[in-house]
């Protein structure tokens, strides 16, 4: 609930931005607060009638691999995934395609995934160092500090292209393949107004990431900004849960047992047996990041609530692909590695292509020896490089484990194999070790391991060490699979999520009454004859706080002066819990709404401007309405600083 100083009826909101304060430099007269805070329920807001798809289509743009898959909204038990793709590698299943873009050397869309890995590999070294080739880009909007419509992306070949272009073209891909493969199945053009599109994105990004990806899709003409509604940004793991609650009891492994599960009747869901309050734990183990989330079923609906907010890192699979360039780096020589890269760029995705699949042959217990195959003209160029041989270099290196082959191949023990994976695995299970440790997670009934990377053997033996039996293990069939099939499922039923936490503390910047002692001096700002204190932050919601799906915060203000032709209301956001003003260290300015009242006249003796915050899907909708002549301004909350 609020505390009374957020009730005070003398604050009010200002302009305000930067520190020291912000709302002194700016001079706006400001707001000042009619009513107690009070939260809509979805029925007082009419609903606008629902668009009517036909189908939905849920894209997972994965880090390492992407794919779709979809449902038609009238047969929503039969999901279909994408159409198989042409040329796929040895030992890695095929209905997902790589996480790969060529452009042509004018920056113009090529192609994507297999198709441009095998066009690239195709090209003469002179030519294809003019071609940009982009692979496991998409680590870079979690990692981006102040990610904005702007950041660049580096193509193989050191060029740089922004990101919003590439995300949008590979979206636009994705639309074009899943139009086409309906309109096959109709028998006639699909028109792309009947789709509801899904794109699942990590938890733990941050809202400017999330919101990134709704601009890509917009750019690539998924939906158009008059029409949001028809685009849903979901969470990879709730989309994982949500499929991982309907498990038939032959669809998944108890890794307890190793075995399909047994001794339930095959139709049950989740034959795990899930019931009423049963709280799991959902570890989604992907390329680039890994997320964990923890959910709780409420019947009679089967709604899920999210119990803790979500929590990882980037500690996907390709954490074990950077391991093995270090160990390349110091058998080689980093200096050689990178003129390899850029010289030999084809080359390059080849032997990290070969690793791939031996990396999927890493087992607990393999006794034999993982050989992998270097690339002739990674030989060859070394030789010219240092003057001396690959083996050579191998001899001398003071690596061990890893030997030379006389078949031209590196031969690496499976030790030698299993260091590689080790900083990942156990970031991941730290994270799972203080997760657990949490008061908020107890009685974890089941563990669900989803996501490419839950398919090693490796990963799945080190959670099983750390629970010691606390909690099953579950592993869908279809492991790679799951995201997509759960965001498929979403897209069908958005309401099926009902209770979230809030990632971040929202409010706006409001002015106080000025109290001797409390609020501190270099704050004060006098207004005819007023004394206010500047810069107080009034927080609309907290982080960690559960929001429902869809809920609305509604404020009253009125403006301190009568006269004030446009009032400006600023939003801000922040990571703490606890915010006491706009300037405090972690808060930033994340929208504002600009309300024009000139020129109309308010019957009552102080005007009312309500400012409603509603917390949709990934994404926040801001309002102000002037209550006497119903003039209202909207915006979305932009989180990269347009």
């Given at each position: 609930?609020?505390?009374?100083?957020?009730?005070?009826?003398?604050?009010?909101?200002?302009?305000?931005?930067a520190t020291p304060?912000p709302a002194?430099?700016?001079?706006?007269?400001?707001i000042?607060?009619?009513?107690?805070?009070?939260?809509?329920?979805?029925s007082?807001?009419?609903?606008?009638?629902?668009?009517?798809?036909?189908?939905?289509?849920?894209i997972?743009?994965?880090?390492?691999s992407?794919?779709?898959a979809?449902?038609?909204?009238k047969?929503?038990e039969?999901?279909h995934?994408?159409r198989r793709?042409e040329g796929?590698?040895p030992?890695?299943s095929n209905?997902k395609?790589?996480?790969?873009?060529?452009?042509?050397?004018?920056?113009?869309?090529?192609?994507?995934?297999?198709?441009?890995?095998d066009?690239y590999?195709d090209?003469?070294?002179?030519?294809?160092?003019?071609?940009l080739?982009?692979e496991?880009f998409k680590?870079?909007?979690?990692t981006?500090?102040n990610?904005s419509i702007?950041?660049?992306?580096?193509?193989a070949?050191?060029k740089?292209?922004?990101?919003?272009?590439?995300?949008?073209?590979?979206?636009?891909?994705?639309?074009e393949?899943?139009?086409k493969?309906?309109?096959d199945?109709a028998?006639a053009e699909?028109?792309?107004a009947?789709?509801?599109?899904?794109?699942t994105v990590?938890?733990?990004?941050?809202?400017?990431?999330?919101?990134?990806?709704?601009?890509?899709?917009?750019?690539?003409a998924?939906?158009t900004?008059?029409?949001?509604?028809q685009l849903?940004?979901?969470l990879?793991?709730?989309?994982?849960?949500?499929?991982?609650?309907?498990l038939?009891?032959?669809?998944?492994?108890?890794?307890?047992?190793?075995t399909a599960l047994?001794?339930?009747?095959?139709?049950d869901?989740?034959g795990?047996?899930?019931?009423?309050?049963?709280?799991?734990?959902?570890v989604?183990?992907?390329?680039?990041?890994?997320?964990?989330?923890?959910h709780q079923?409420?019947?009679?609906?089967?709604?899920?609530k999210e119990?803790?907010?979500?929590?990882g890192?980037?500690?996907?699979?390709?954490?074990i692909?950077?391991e093995?360039e270090?160990?390349l780096?110091?058998?080689?020589?980093?200096d050689f590695?990178d003129q390899?890269?850029?010289?030999?760029?084809a080359?390059?995705?080849?032997?990290m292509?070969a690793?791939?699949s031996?990396?999927?042959?890493a087992?607990?217990d393999?006794?034999?020896?993982l050989n992998?195959?270097?690339?002739f003209?990674?030989?060859?160029?070394?030789k010219?490089f240092r003057?001396?041989?690959?083996?050579?270099a191998?001899r001398?290196s003071?690596?061990?484990f890893?030997?030379?082959?006389?078949?031209?191949?590196?031969?690496?023990?499976p030790?030698a194999?299993n260091a590689?994976f080790k900083?990942t695995?156990d970031h991941?299970?730290?994270?799972?070790?203080?997760l657990?440790?949490?008061p908020?997670?107890t009685?974890?009934?089941?563990?669900?391991?989803?996501g490419?990377?839950a398919?090693?053997?490796?990963l799945q033996q080190?959670v099983q060490?750390?629970l010691?039996?606390?909690?099953r293990?579950?592993i869908?069939?279809?492991?790679?699979?799951t995201?997509l099939k759960?965001?498929?499922l979403?897209?069908?039923?958005?309401?099926i999520?009902k209770?979230r936490r809030?990632?971040l503390?929202y409010g706006?910047?409001v002015?106080?009454?000025?109290?001797?002692?409390k609020?501190?001096?270099?704050k004060?700002?006098?207004?005819?004859g007023?004394r206010?204190?500047?810069d107080?932050f009034?927080t609309?919601?907290?982080?960690?706080q559960?929001?429902?799906?869809?809920?609305t915060?509604?404020?009253?203000?009125?403006p301190?002066?009568p006269?004030q032709q446009?009032?400006?209301?600023?939003?801000y956001?922040?990571?703490?819990?606890s915010?006491?003003?706009?300037t405090?260290p972690?808060?930033?300015?994340?929208?504002?709404?600009?309300l024009?009242?000139?020129?109309?006249e308010?019957?009552?003796?102080?005007r009312?401007?309500?400012?409603?915050?509603?917390?949709?899907?990934?994404?926040?909708r801001a309002m102000?309405?002037d209550v006497?002549?119903?003039?209202?301004v909207?915006?979305?909350?932009?989180f990269?600083?347009?």
């Amino acid at each position: 609930m609020m505390t009374e100083k957020e009730l005070e009826i003398d604050d009010i909101i200002t302009d305000a931005m930067a520190t020291p304060s912000p709302a002194k430099s700016m001079g706006d007269p400001g707001i000042t607060p009619l009513s107690p805070t009070h939260i809509l329920k979805d029925s007082e807001e009419n609903e606008p009638p629902r668009h009517h798809f036909v189908v939905v289509v849920a894209i997972d743009f994965g880090t390492t691999s992407s794919g779709y898959a979809y449902a038609f909204t009238k047969e929503p038990e039969c999901i279909h995934t994408m159409r198989r793709w042409e040329g796929g590698d040895p030992g890695v299943s095929n209905q997902k395609t790589p996480t790969t873009i060529l452009l042509t050397p004018d920056k113009k869309f090529h192609s994507f995934g297999y198709a441009a890995r095998d066009f690239y590999h195709d090209l003469d070294p002179s030519e294809s160092k003019q071609w940009l080739y982009l692979e496991k880009f998409k680590m870079k909007l979690h990692t981006t500090a102040n990610l904005s419509i702007d950041t660049d992306l580096h193509a193989a070949n050191g060029k740089k292209v922004k990101a919003l272009d590439i995300f949008a073209y590979a979206l636009a891909f994705f639309k074009e393949q899943a139009l086409k493969e309906l309109s096959d199945q109709a028998g006639a053009e699909f028109d792309n107004a009947d789709v509801r599109w899904v794109i699942t994105v990590p938890a733990i990004w941050k809202m400017p990431a999330k919101q990134f990806m709704r601009e890509a899709a917009y750019k690539a003409a998924l939906v158009t900004r008059d029409n949001p509604d028809q685009l849903i940004i979901a969470l990879e793991p709730e989309a994982a849960s949500i499929y991982c609650r309907k498990l038939r009891l032959h669809q998944m492994v108890d890794l307890g047992s190793k075995t399909a599960l047994n001794g339930y009747s095959p139709t049950d869901n989740a034959g795990v047996g899930m019931t009423q309050g049963d709280r799991y734990v959902v570890v989604d183990c992907g390329g680039g990041t890994v997320d964990l989330t923890v959910h709780q079923i409420r019947l009679p609906e089967g709604h899920l609530k999210e119990l803790y907010k979500a929590s990882g890192g980037p500690y996907g699979s390709i954490g074990i692909d950077y391991e093995f360039e270090k160990l390349l780096c110091k058998i080689f020589g980093q200096d050689f590695i990178d003129q390899f890269k850029i010289k030999r760029p084809a080359a390059w995705v080849d032997l990290m292509i070969a690793f791939e699949s031996r990396k999927r042959a890493a087992t607990p217990d393999r006794s034999n020896p993982l050989n992998i195959n270097l690339p002739f003209s990674f030989i060859d160029y070394y030789k010219k490089f240092r003057g001396h041989s690959v083996e050579h270099a191998l001899r001398k290196s003071n690596v061990d484990f890893v030997k030379w082959s006389s078949q031209g191949m590196l031969r690496m023990s499976p030790d030698a194999m299993n260091a590689l994976f080790k900083p990942t695995i156990d970031h991941i299970i730290q994270h799972l070790t203080e997760l657990f440790d949490r008061p908020e997670v107890t009685d974890i009934k089941f563990l669900f391991l989803v996501g490419g990377f839950a398919e090693s053997p490796l990963l799945q033996q080190a959670v099983q060490n750390m629970l010691q039996g606390r909690s099953r293990i579950i592993i869908p069939h279809d492991v790679g699979l799951t995201i997509l099939k759960g965001a498929v499922l979403f897209g069908l039923d958005p309401s099926i999520i009902k209770v979230r936490r809030s990632p971040l503390t929202y409010g706006v910047g409001v002015l106080n009454r000025f109290v001797e002692g409390k609020h501190p001096p270099e704050k004060m700002l006098v207004k005819d004859g007023m004394r206010w204190c500047t810069d107080v932050f009034d927080t609309f919601i907290s982080a960690d706080q559960s929001v429902a799906l869809g809920e609305t915060v509604k404020r009253s203000y009125t403006p301190a002066k009568p006269s004030q032709q446009v009032i400006v209301i600023h939003v801000y956001c922040s990571e703490k819990e606890s915010v006491t003003f706009i300037t405090d260290p972690g808060v930033r300015k994340c929208g504002s709404l600009k309300l024009d009242v000139s020129g109309t006249e308010s019957p009552a003796a102080r005007r009312e401007i309500q400012t409603l915050m509603q917390f949709g899907d990934t994404e926040i909708r801001a309002m102000a309405v002037d209550v006497a002549t119903s003039r209202t301004v909207k915006a979305s909350i932009d989180f990269l600083g347009q």
